[in-house]
């Protein structure tokens, strides 16, 4: 089959067949007198082997390593479990970072009142300094000004700690 029936069978795009080809993580296909690639099912099955391994996550250079692992009829479980433990380590750290920042951008957005005033707390709070540096560095109204600066990033029962009344900032 060429490299279009390749790629329809196994879920990949030519491109990224190619691709895969020039970086050497699957094998030159062979070729016809005009110079077409031309793949069997062996290569196809690798190929659906990647698809599979990159749909979980796994980078480049640890497919290499499990394509590796899958072609060598002697290899040790224990080296695929060790690549997959460490890679299931790497998406649950992924997860809580995502999980956090999804926390952050709700508060962000219950801040913003989302109406036809310019003031955007969202955008206030991504042009920022650093709390500590904002705090430190506001003049005027001291307190009440770092208050409506940070506002977005301060916790929602902040208003009581610093004295400010709803709707007054």
Same mark, same amino acid.
């Given at each position: 089959m060429n490299i279009g029936e390749a790629a329809k069978a196994s879920g990949v795009s030519a491109k990224m067949i190619r691709y895969?080809?020039?970086t050497g993580l699957i094998r030159s296909a062979h070729r016809t007198?005009?110079?077409?690639?031309i793949y069997g099912e062996?290569?196809?099955?690798v190929l659906r082997f990647i698809?599979?391994?990159r749909n979980l996550g796994f980078s480049l250079e640890e497919t290499s390593v $499990? $394509? %590796?692992l899958w072609r060598d009829k002697g290899r040790a479980s224990a080296d695929v479990k060790r690549i997959a433990s460490s890679?299931? %380590?790497e998406l649950q750290n992924k997860i809580a970072a995502m999980q956090e920042m999804v926390e952050t951008l709700k508060h962000l957005v219950s801040c913003c009142? %989302?109406?036809e005033r310019p003031n955007c707390p969202i955008l206030n709070d991504l042009a920022k300094a650093p709390r500590k540096a904002a705090v430190a560095s506001r003049k005027g109204n001291g307190l009440a000004d770092a208050q409506r600066?940070?506002?977005c990033s301060l916790p929602r029962d902040a208003d009581n700690a610093l004295g400010v009344k709803n709707g007054s900032a």
């Amino acid at each position: 089959m060429n490299i279009g029936e390749a790629a329809k069978a196994s879920g990949v795009s030519a491109k990224m067949i190619r691709y895969y080809e020039s970086t050497g993580l699957i094998r030159s296909a062979h070729r016809t007198e005009s110079n077409y690639r031309i793949y069997g099912e062996d290569e196809v099955h690798v190929l659906r082997f990647i698809k599979r391994s990159r749909n979980l996550g796994f980078s480049l250079e640890e497919t290499s390593v $499990l $394509l %590796g692992l899958w072609r060598d009829k002697g290899r040790a479980s224990a080296d695929v479990k060790r690549i997959a433990s460490s890679h299931i %380590g790497e998406l649950q750290n992924k997860i809580a970072a995502m999980q956090e920042m999804v926390e952050t951008l709700k508060h962000l957005v219950s801040c913003c009142s %989302g109406d036809e005033r310019p003031n955007c707390p969202i955008l206030n709070d991504l042009a920022k300094a650093p709390r500590k540096a904002a705090v430190a560095s506001r003049k005027g109204n001291g307190l009440a000004d770092a208050q409506r600066v940070n506002s977005c990033s301060l916790p929602r029962d902040a208003d009581n700690a610093l004295g400010v009344k709803n709707g007054s900032a």
